[in-house]
């Protein structure tokens, strides 16, 4: 396709899919965002909510995983918008994957501080003030960038042993749950009830629509459910990447939907009061963790629950520089593409594409807690927006590849494929879901995220025109592959490949 092998293949499937599952954690965005399931229709947003927002979440890998088989590359969205469309659908994609992998990696490193805090904060006194949660996220991101920067095996000891923890972890908090739930009634997994407003703690503002209230419950699985287009970032890291990235994608998505309803499940039917607990909020659980536990068990699943948000924060950061690195070079970074498409020789890591990118995310966690627009908390808008440049990002290439499919641009799939009618009704129901997604993303209190999104399309057209038309020239394709033959041996010798180009 064009590239030298600069990155060490070395990952096996279990470890292509261990990245994803890693970073779809649901022991982080499953817990740290758990109250919206409740505050907004009770129960039901757990036991009916999350399977919708799952099946949302699954057409997209399985449609990705199509994909990634027949065109494995890191940066996998930007060429895949790239091949399949064209040189502004690329960069267009690039830019709202990265925008989306920056701050999902701050989302995640500000809930595991958050986590922190109201965990084991009182030991070393920490509080919530913003000093506080900056500097505990700007050293987290260091350690993470650290062992990232030391080589993908160090990167995937971590992430193989974090799935491990993961599994183990929801299955502690699972039985605890079941076990010291003061009674069991499973009738609350489908009863709807409206918590919205003050009944709720104010997660969402008050409605009388239940459809509607059904319908924001969505944001903890879809939220919860992302992140696994890592796979397809370490295609070039991954043995046999044709078929492991995409049975990597489906399997994270599919194990950390199941895994992640009994999680949720358990915890709401653990709930003592679930009138109380919604009243709660954001807090109902650590509030129901408190009521139900014995301190001892509670604070080992806490350390647990920790670790394995680290480790999502890891595998994040790997995610968004192998991005990075991708995007960068095919010189589409406006300035310091050289630098950051280098790899290096002893690591074999693109080292400053990973501290740039823990850069921009320190940078960003900092105007996410010291900023606020029209008295509403950085933060807390750009989380939806996250949610937004995530999946557009995904939508882009899909819509592009649904139509490019059986045609030159795309003549076979890869060895691991649906059927091709099958594959196109997959990809048709990912853009309903976009849809959906777009929707209940803009909704109050995130009705902002509409004209972030609004500002950044804007943007992105007049930089597009003025400037990129004309600089940006896209990944390689055709006459341009044979002619790098030269550059991509010189560059396989520097970090000491022997094996041919892909």
């Known amino acids: 396709m064009g590239y030298a092998q600069e990155l060490q293949r070395s990952m096996s499937r279990f470890s292509n899919f261990a990245i994803s599952f890693s970073i779809i954690c649901i022991?982080?965005?499953?817990i740290n965002s758990f109250a919206q399931a409740i505050s907004s229709i009770g129960g039901a947003g757990a036991g009916i909510g999350w399977i919708v927002g799952c099946?949302?979440?699954?057409?997209?890998?399985?449609?990705?995983a199509q994909i990634a088989s027949a065109f494995p590359t890191a940066g996998g969205l930007y060429h895949w918008a790239s091949i399949l469309g064209n040189r502004f659908t690329g960069w267009l994609t690039a830019w709202l994957n990265l925008l989306g992998l920056i701050t999902v990696l701050g989302a995640i490193n500000i809930g595991t501080a958050?986590?922190?805090q109201g965990t084991f904060g009182s030991w070393v006194g920490m509080d919530t003030s913003a000093g506080h949660i900056v500097a505990f996220v700007a050293l987290i991101t260091v350690i993470q960038a650290l062992f990232n920067h030391l080589g993908i095996k160090v990167t995937t000891f971590l992430t193989d042993i974090s799935g491990y923890i993961i599994f183990a972890t929801t299955a502690v908090l699972v039985l605890a749950c079941l076990y010291f739930a003061p009674a069991i009634d499973i009738s609350r997994l489908w009863t709807f009830t409206n918590y919205s407003g003050d009944a709720g703690g104010g997660v969402f503002p008050q409605s009388d629509s239940m459809g509607y209230l059904f319908l924001l419950c969505l944001l903890l699985p879809v939220y919860t459910i992302t992140g696994y287009d890592a796979s397809a970032h370490t295609s070039e890291e991954t043995k046999g990447a044709a078929l492991s990235v995409p049975q990597g994608i489906v399997s994270a998505v599919l194990?950390?939907?199941l895994v992640g309803w009994i999680m949720i499940c358990a915890i709401t039917l653990a709930i003592p009061d679930m009138a109380v607990a919604a009243k709660q909020g954001w807090g109902m659980f650590f509030g129901t963790m408190d009521a139900i536990l014995p301190a001892g068990l509670k604070n080992i699943v806490y350390f647990l629950i920790f670790i394995t948000q680290l480790l999502c924060g890891l595998a994040t950061v790997t995610s968004a520089s192998r991005m990075l690195f991708a995007f960068s070079r095919d010189d589409g970074m406006p300035v310091g593409s050289k630098a950051l498409s280098t790899v290096s020789p002893k690591y074999r890591t693109p080292v400053t594409a990973i501290w740039t990118a823990a850069i921009l995310e320190i940078i960003y966690v900092f105007a996410a807690q010291f900023v606020s627009i029209g008295g509403t908390n950085l933060y807390t808008i750009v989380v939806?927006?996250?949610?937004?440049?995530?999946?557009?990002?995904?939508?882009?290439p899909l819509v592009l590849a649904m139509f490019a499919y059986g045609t030159a641009k795309w003549p076979n799939p890869g060895p691991w494929a649906m059927s091709g009618?099958?594959?196109?009704?997959v990809t048709f129901l990912s853009v309903v879901g976009m849809a959906v997604i777009f929707y209940i993303a803009i909704q109050p209190p995130n009705d902002k995220v509409l004209w972030i999104v609004i500002g950044f399309v804007v943007l992105a057209a007049i930089l597009w025109f003025a400037v990129e038309k004309n600089r940006f020239q896209g990944p390689p394709i055709?006459?341009?592959?044979?002619?790098r033959k030269a550059i991509i041996a010189a560059a396989e010798r520097a970090v000491g490949e022997t094996g041919g180009a892909h």
């Open 421 to 425: 009618g099958l594959y196109k009704l």
């Open 255 to 257: 194990w950390s939907s």
């Open 27 to 30: 022991l982080s965005g499953g």
């Open 384 to 396: 939806n927006s996250t949610l937004v440049f995530l999946f557009l990002s995904f939508t882009i």
């Open 55 to 64: 099946i949302i979440s699954g057409m997209f890998a399985l449609s990705m």
């Open 114 to 116: 958050f986590f922190f």
């Open 478 to 483: 055709g006459d341009e592959i044979a002619k």
